[in-house]
């Protein structure tokens, strides 16, 4: 399972509690800086959130570290 959002504002079903950790990532062809966040809530396992260009993204769901690191780098900015 993979969830990926994208929206102008930042993504705020995020449990309050969460840990972020902060993380460089490709992301459309580019560098970004965004922050892994700790979920193991209702089969995600964990998140990546990062804003880019006015919006704000975030992806996770039941993969580890390493394999959700790869997913923002084939990625590309949609127009909504």
Known sequence: ?????QGPVPHTNL??????E?????FDGR?????????????V???????DDGYYYTCGGQLEKDEL???PGK???GVS
């Open 69 to 71: 690191l790869k997913i």
């Open 1 to 5: 399972m993979l969830i990926v959002t």
């Open 15 to 20: 449990p309050p509690n969460a840990s972020t």
């Open 31 to 43: 560098k970004v800086i965004g922050g892994l966040i700790k979920i193991d809530l209702a089969g």
């Open 75 to 77: 990625l590309t900015q």
């Open 45 to 51: 396992k964990d998140m990546l959130d990062w804003q």
């Open 22 to 26: 902060p993380l460089e990532f490709e």
